[in-house]
């Protein structure tokens, strides 16, 4: 009796077999014996399990097999006779009924399917005899006969719903179908017993056809409704249907997770992991697992699972923890031997190298080693057609990632191949997610080669295949992208701009819900972001200003009002807002008087600018290309950083190029908003050069002279509050004879002063930027919007905290010496005595937890120490206290924007505070550094303006420690007696500029920046 129950468990798991990538052996659907599967199996069982179809079709229709012509008249007639006869069935007849559905499944496979559809309607016919027979003759030998012969039906009815779709295509024919394999009544009881096939039928109905609306039809959201209701009624399993419990929850988990990938909804695909191996933690799995890992089967189901769940985490941006299921998936597949013929064990090499190729590699931007193992992978696998409708990923969606990693490596004769390749498996599959994602690729190739008819015609028939499913795609963006793309080079603006802003609805769908990790979601989206250039660029030339505005606020920041919270009102902590990018309208609302904004994007071909005022908006595209703005802004920040006097000629350049455009219509602006965008955050506007006479007739040589001899005391210097105070300091001539380099330089200075008088000369110094105007800078102009909400209007507490001891700290693997800042102690002690009410710490007083206990409570912030920005890993960037038994003294952005802060004004007097940069950090030269298309940075500033400040006065580059006490002092002592912060920094600066010590450089003042509320 025993080996005749482990051969029934066996038939009923063929009758229902998914084939599909989830660790799930279906071992007992429809009957409740628990009894372990043993190596006792048919062989036509173990044929089909190795993958051997051919010989499943030969065995069954062979002298022994039962399906041979006179074998099923034989065992049909017998049984039909036993039935009228009130007589037990015999086992053979049971054997019969499910070999019919396992040689119909072969015949799929194999393509073999007019064959398949004529036994299909063979079964059939004699199923309804058999039921004919069972209701005339009131047959009750036993209580399931007419559950089993019902059951039998409902699943030859599935078999035929999908040699209906792979012969036609027809989805509603096919769904028909499936629709009778519905069960009869509605599954209420509180759990499902093992006699009670109907309910167990109904998990196989939704499960089976959540398969086909996902991963054939894309009706993502459809087929979750269905995996959600199965499970449901899987939890209503009892303890003796235990194995049958445990496959359908995996299975169905693992439905879950694949289909919320689809989606991009990737913390959903995770819960649904979680929840996957929570169930195999328990008792359940142990029993359920005992009884399925002795099948040969499991180790191909094992490692598939696996590559799935790392490319989840690839998908993810998480390629450590990608790493570790790709780790699992290789101990199971580099034990297989890679000539194996063995059907489950191909795949599961096949896949592992797909796998990892496309998602681990391919989304580190290792295309080649990608492509490599993608075409590796693509060896193992075959051509099944039940696959290429039950598996996410088969040998279809294979050769469509080769195609699109041969896109990348501009292989475009190889990446044709491949996608062809695809399309002509897709004529069997007529799997429409794959089609059109196949034909978007053949587009994109197409575009390359300057093919754009060709490219035309492939996007427009992604598009038919599109419309016709309906469905949510993460790649849907590609689509329109590529239409915009070929109707702007054919010149017809009006479809090429519909199809962008398609591109950008599609792409805006995907931002919410996808990640916890802020650093991971901005590099999902980041290169989609790149579908708001063209846009912008199009209503620019068509003179469409606010909507062009209005797509640039859509474009930015997006992760920074995701995650913040922001403070509203003085006995109010953070609150939840629901921010909508700020439109033109209401940027011209917000702006009073005498203030603009000027926002920029940097886009890959183009560079725009907009103007905004309280009397409207106008956006030109610049002209000048995003490759010379770079090399424009590389040159200018190094003439300065490196105190050179040709910056001016920099300077002016750049003037031309970013603020002439809007010269005419800035006329009465006092105030000026600078929104930056790209490399522009590295360029302090301040200083760019407005006009400049101050060189008329002085000796080039003198101004070199002059430029050496204040570099050489500037670097000479012992502390400054950037990179030349981190390191130990090395000795220079410098420092031992500082006074006879002054000395020098002051004849210098007299020289060029003589030459100024002799040749009638006025001006003795360039008209910068901030001699115009009162600049401030701001992310976007919605964030402005919300940091002036937030501007309490109080300065009257002050808490000071800077000039802590000299430390050793761990930097980027190396250890570095932060040096006591004496001027700075001198500065946070002036700049007290301007408030009645403060709190100053310097020295072993000035820690990381005085900050984080304090903060909180004062109007006025003012941190006077070493900034440092992790270049590796920006989100490690800190600013430096002394550290306690609480604290490491190091105030890293993470722990800043979780501080819930009511500060009026945060004053960062320390080096690079301003700067900022992606997630994946910068190297070498800051201005060729990669940043996200969505502008979504990482810096001090913007860490403490989520965390409430209204604004933040902070630096671009390494800073003099002298100068900055200075102007510092300065700053606050406008600020606190009557000047709005705008006011107060121009004035500082000006004092600086225009100070007997010669500080008139750049160097000395143009890092300083005020972002958030200017007032």
């Not at 179809?53 to 008249?73: A, D, I, K």
């Not at 034989?74 to 039935?83: A, D, G, S």
Request: aromatic residues 10%.
């Amino acid at each position: 009796m025993v080996s005749k129950c482990q051969a029934y468990i066996s038939k009923f798991y063929t009758l229902n077999l998914p084939l599909k990538y989830s660790l799930i052996l279906i071992v007992l659907m429809n009957m409740g014996c628990t009894v372990a599967l043993t190596s006792i199996t048919p062989k036509e069982d173990r044929l089909y399990l190795a993958g051997n179809f051919g010989e499943v079709v030969q065995y069954l229709e062979g002298e022994r097999g039962r399906l041979s012509p006179n074998e099923r008249s034989r065992i049909l007639n017998e049984n039909i006779n036993r039935m009228r006869a009130h007589q037990f069935t015999t086992y053979e007849f049971i054997y019969y009924q499910l070999d019919a559905n396992l040689y119909i499944r072969s015949l799929i496979q194999l393509g073999y399917l007019e064959k398949a559809l004529r036994f299909c309607d063979e079964s059939l016919r004699e199923r309804n005899m058999i039921a004919e027979t069972i209701r005339r003759y009131n047959y009750k030998k036993t209580d399931t006969s007419t559950e089993l012969n019902t059951e039998a039906i409902k699943s030859l009815n599935i078999l035929k719903g999908y040699i209906i779709w792979l012969m036609s295509g027809d989805s509603q024919k096919a769904l028909s179908y499936f629709s009778q394999s519905m069960p009869d009544t509605s599954v209420s009881e509180e759990s499902i017993s093992w006699v009670n096939l109907s309910g167990k039928n109904k998990i196989r109905f939704l499960s089976e056809t959540g398969e086909f609306l996902d991963k054939v039809m894309g009706d993502y959201r459809k087929a979750l409704e269905n995996y959600k209701e199965a499970l449901s009624l899987v939890d209503k399993l009892t303890l003796l249907d235990i194995d049958a419990k445990y496959a359908y929850t995996l299975s169905i988990l693992g439905d879950i997770m694949d289909t919320h990938m689809k989606l991009g909804e990737l913390e959903e695909a995770k819960k649904a992991l979680d929840q996957s191996n929570e169930v195999t933690k328990g008792t359940i799995f142990k029993i359920g697992n005992l009884m399925v890992s002795s099948m040969q089967t499991y180790r191909g189901y094992a490692s598939i699972a696996y590559s799935h769940e790392g490319a989840l985490f690839a998908l993810s941006r998480d390629f450590e923890t990608s790493q570790k299921y790709f780790d699992k998936a290789w101990k199971i597949v580099g034990n297989i031997d890679p000539n194996t013929e063995e059907f489950w064990d191909r795949k599961a090499i096949g896949l592992y190298y797909v796998c990892y190729g496309t998602f681990y590699l391919g989304l580190q931007g290792k295309y080649q080693e990608a492509a490599q193992l993608v075409d590796k992978g693509l060896g193992y696998l075959n051509l099944y057609y039940l696959d290429l409708i039950l598996d996410g990923l088969n040998i279809e969606t294979a050769y469509i990632y080769s195609g699109e990693l041969h896109l990348l490596l501009k292989n475009y004769d190889k990446a044709l191949s491949q996608v062809e390749q695809a399309l002509l498996l897709n004529k069997s599959s007529h799997n429409k997610v794959a089609g059109a994602t196949a034909y978007t690729i053949l587009g994109q190739i197409y575009f390359e080669k300057g093919e754009q008819h060709e490219a035309e015609r492939a996007y427009e028939t992604a598009l038919e295949l599109t419309d016709i499913m309906g469905s949510e795609s993460t790649e849907n963006w590609k689509l329109f992208y590529g239409l915009g793309k070929v109707y702007e080079y054919f010149g017809n603006e009006t479809k090429a701009l519909h199809n962008y802003k398609k591109a950008v609805e599609e792409v805006e769908k995907l931002w919410k819900g996808r990640f916890k990790d802020t650093q991971k979601q901005v590099s999902f989206i980041d290169n989609r972001l790149s579908v708001f250039e063209p846009v912008i660029r199009i209503l620019s030339r068509q003179d469409k200003t606010e909507e062009a505005f209005n797509y640039m606020e859509r474009s930015k920041s997006r992760a920074f009002f995701e995650t913040s919270l922001f403070y509203r009102g003085r006995d109010q902590r953070k609150a939840n807002i629901n921010v909508e990018p700020l439109t033109a309208e209401e940027a011209k609302q917000m702006l009073p008087h005498g203030t603009a904004i000027l926002e920029y994007y940097v886009g890959e071909n183009s560079v725009i600018g907009a103007l905004v005022t309280q009397e409207g908006v106008y956006v030109k595209e610049l002209a000048i290309e995003t490759k010379q703005l770079k090399e424009d802004v590389r040159l200018f920040r190094s003439s300065i950083e490196e105190l050179r006097w040709d910056y001016k000629e920099k300077g002016s350049i750049l003037y031309a190029e970013l603020i002439r455009p809007f010269e005419e219509v800035l006329t009465g602006i006092e105030s000026l908003c600078i929104i930056p965008h790209g490399v522009l955050h590295y360029l302090p506007f301040q200083s760019l050069i407005v006009a400049d006479k101050s060189d008329e007739g002085i000796s080039p040589q003198l101004r070199e002279k002059e430029s050496t001899l204040m570099a050489l005391i500037t670097r000479g210097k012992k502390f400054s509050r950037g990179d030349q105070g981190i390191r130990e300091s090395k000795p220079s001539r410098l420092t031992e004879d500082v006074s006879a380099v002054r000395s020098e330089l002051a004849s210098i200075r007299a020289q060029i002063d003589e030459e100024r008088r002799r040749n009638g000369m006025r001006e003795s110094r360039p008209h910068f930027m901030i001699d115009k105007f009162k600049i401030f800078y701001a992310p976007s102009a919605t964030v402005l919007s919300v940091a002036s909400r937030n501007n309490m209007h109080d300065k009257s507490r002050l808490l000071t905290v800077g000039s802590p001891p000299e430390a050793i700290v761990d930097y980027e693997g190396q250890t570095i010496v932060l040096e006591k800042l004496v001027s700075a102690e001198v500065e946070d002690r002036q700049i007290g005595s301007f408030f009645s009410q403060k709190a100053v710490f310097t020295d072993k007083a000035a820690t990381e937890t005085i900050v984080k206990d304090n903060a909180s409570e004062y109007d006025v912030l003012l941190f006077s120490t070493h900034g440092i920005l992790s270049r590796k890993d920006p989100l490690k960037s800190f600013i430096f206290f002394n550290k306690d038994a609480n604290n490491d003294g190091k105030l890293t952005i993470p722990e800043v924007e979780n501080m819930d802060l009511r500060a009026n004004l945060v004053a960062l007097s320390a080096c690079e505070t301003g700067l900022v940069a992606g997630y994946e950090g910068i190297s070498g030269n800051i201005v060729d550094a990669k940043f996200p298309y969505g502008d979504d940075l990482v810096g001090l500033q913007r860490a403490f303006i989520k965390a409430g400040a209204s604004s933040v006065l902070s630096s671009l580059w390494s800073v003099d420690d002298d100068s900055t006490a200075m102007l510092i002092i300065d700053f606050f002592n406008g600020y606190k007696t009557s000047q709005d912060k705008a006011s107060a920094l121009r004035a500082s600066v000006l004092t600086l500029i225009d100070d007997a010590k010669g500080w008139e450089h750049p160097y000395y003042w143009a890092p300083f920046i005020l972002s958030g509320d200017w007032r």
